[in-house]
């Protein structure tokens, strides 16, 4: 399985940027599927997340600025992200619980992206 970001660059702020997540391999279901991320000197933290359902859950410093959604059918999820600020700046990482076929068995791990730089300008 790989999750591959995209999306990332070079904004000013109050830009807009929309990172995508797509997922390959022999993936049987996503269930909860979020975004993360790690500024230098500063440990990763969680931005977004979207369970199986649809429900999502924002880190305050993003709310109302963020939105996560997810296409299963197309197993992407995306991060929109509105009115960047400076403090935004980071590498920001796709991650997920994935269901895949192992042999005879379902097994579910956690899989991680490799992240893609948002750089926000003041």
């Known amino acids: 399985v790989q999750l591959q970001a995209s999306g990332g660059g070079l904004v000013e702020t109050g830009g807009s940027l929309r990172l995508s997540c797509a997922a390959s391999?022999?993936?049987?279901?996503?269930?909860?599927m979020g975004w993360s991320r790690q500024a230098p000197g500063t440990q990763r933290e969680l931005v977004a997340g979207?369970?199986?359902?649809?429900?999502?859950n924002y880190a305050d410093s993003v709310k109302g600025r963020f939105a996560i959604s997810r296409d299963n059918a197309k197993k992407t999820v995306l991060l929109q992200m509105n009115n960047l600020k400076p403090e935004d700046t980071a590498v920001y990482y796709c991650n997920g619980d994935i269901e895949i076929i192992s042999g005879d068995q379902y097994v579910t791990r956690k899989y991680w992206g490799q992240g893609t730089q948002v750089t926000v300008s003041s």
């Open positions: 979207i369970t199986s359902g649809g429900n999502t």
């Open positions: 391999g022999n993936i049987f279901s996503m269930h909860d």
